[in-house]
């Protein structure tokens, strides 16, 4: 079996563990996500934008850090290029990809975000993340400055992956992951 069929049999278990969740296990992901904002805000003092993802399909909502903090959300772009803008009050249209972003007329570089939280199907006690599979956050951690900031995992705790998931060579280890149960950065 090749490692595009075996994560493809990954996505497909995960996503079905993802579809059972409570909403009331996502709301406690959003709070321990909270509770490490506030702690990372408290140690670094003056951070920059933090960058977050539009959720989709079950994903954990973690949009109300608005409330706290600038947010920056991501934009994908035909060449699977992701880009960071600033979340303003500007209406969101859709990128390539079909989700909510901002288009503003400039982007934001690596070191004017302090964090990025991305979206997981699984994750493992490795920090190998399984995304949807379009490669748009491991394109954007080949360049060591977006690889060198903090990127955390956002997911519940019945999507971590008690065995090690299928590790492709472009696959690159998340800094830690938050759910319900724990922080583990």
């Not at 600038?70 to 600033?86: E, G, H, I, T, V």
Request: with cysteine; hydrophobic share 35%.
């Amino acid at each position: 079996m090749t490692i595009s069929e075996k994560k493809k049999l990954e996505r497909h278990t995960f996503r079905k563990l993802r579809d059972e969740i409570s909403l009331n296990q996502r709301e406690n992901v959003e709070k321990n996500v909270k509770l490490y904002v506030d702690s990372f805000i408290k140690e670094y003092k003056n951070i920059g934008y933090i960058a977050i993802y539009w959720p989709l399909r079950n994903e954990v909502d973690i949009r109300s850090l608005k409330e706290k903090v600038s947010l920056a959300l991501p934009r994908c772009k035909k060449n699977k290029d992701l880009l960071f803008y600033p979340w303003d009050e500007k209406t969101l249209t859709k990128d390539s990809e079909g989700i909510l972003s901002p288009n503003n007329s400039f982007s934001l570089s690596y070191n004017q975000i302090s964090i990025i939280f991305v979206p997981c199907l699984s994750v493992d006690k490795n920090l190998t993340r399984l995304g949807y599979g379009g490669g748009y956050f491991d394109k954007l951690r080949t360049d060591n400055n977006w690889r060198n900031l903090p990127c955390i995992g956002v997911l519940t705790s019945n999507c971590v992956s008690r065995i090690p998931l299928t590790r492709a060579d472009w696959d690159i280890p998340l800094s830690g992951f938050i759910t319900e149960k724990e922080i583990f950065v």
